[in-house]
């Protein structure tokens, strides 16, 4: 079975400019999460999705930020115009959404770095 | 809100040695889960263990086992025969009950020495 996937794995952008990431989840999975990682720190949740409903973004930029998840199925995170302290890890991971003992599985995240 | 606490930044492990993660959480809630993830150098977190509030038994997954003990809030992870690939960031992380996300605490390095 394979695993959540994500693209790119690395992007190296200079402020200002746009940034895509995608993220594929698990085929089945209902709820689909972006996590934020910076440098020493664990992830932070920036936005979650339920199918293609987004049922928690409070934590999520919106000035910059954007996400959307079409068809319940692959999202896109965006950020317009990035800022030199964007530089993080995007994690993706995805669940069957079964509730609190409901394991999420990763992707191999995106390393942004911002120049 | 939940909260996770990891005091450890890093620690050190002779191969085929046991080694203690420590973490703490805080949580009002009475149903909530506790989990831990491991991090490779790679970058993608790979769940190792689940232990549910409700859960009498602490949870083993082969050479990993949680020690939960409840009323100190605590969810330690033991790391029986240290092995060189075991050489990872490690995180502990909590929800509470119903779909919620995982909240991380700000994990350990662990290296384990040859």
């Known amino acids: 079975e394979a695993g959540v996937v994500q693209s790119p794995r690395y992007k190296i952008i200079e402020k200002k400019q746009p940034v895509a990431f995608w993220c594929n989840p698990i085929?089945?999975?209902?709820?689909l999460y972006w996590y934020l990682q910076n440098l020493g720190q664990g992830p932070e949740l920036l936005i979650r999705?339920?199918?293609?409903?987004?049922?928690?973004d409070s934590q999520l930029p919106k000035d910059r930020f954007s996400a959307e998840r079409l068809k319940g199925v692959d999202s896109t995170l965006k950020i317009q115009p990035a800022e030199l302290g964007d530089s993080a890890v995007y994690l993706c991971?995805?669940?069957?959404?079964?509730?609190?003992?409901?394991?999420?599985?990763f992707g191999p995240g995106t390393r942004l770095t911002v120049l | 809100a939940q909260k996770i606490t990891q005091t450890q930044p890093g620690m050190f492990v002779q191969e085929k040695e046991a080694v203690t993660l420590d973490c703490t959480y805080d949580?009002?809630?009475?149903?909530?889960?506790l989990f831990w993830y491991k991090q490779p150098s790679s970058g993608e977190m790979i769940f190792l263990i689940y232990?549910?509030?409700?859960?009498?038994q602490n949870a083993t997954e082969g050479r990993y086992s949680l020690n939960f003990q409840k009323a100190r809030k605590s969810a330690n992870l033991v790391i029986s025969a240290s092995q060189l690939g075991d050489s990872a960031m490690y995180f502990c992380?909590?929800?509470?009950?119903?779909?919620?996300?995982?909240?991380f605490g700000k994990g350990t390095r662990l290296s384990v020495i040859a």
């Open positions: 949580t009002s809630d009475q149903s909530y889960g």
């Open positions: 992380a909590s929800r509470n009950s119903g779909n919620t996300p995982l909240v």
């Open positions: 991971a995805s669940s069957l959404g079964q509730g609190r003992g409901d394991e999420q599985f």
């Open positions: 232990q549910g509030s409700y859960d009498e």
């Open positions: 085929s089945g999975h209902n709820t």
């Open positions: 999705y339920e199918n293609e409903e987004a049922v928690d």
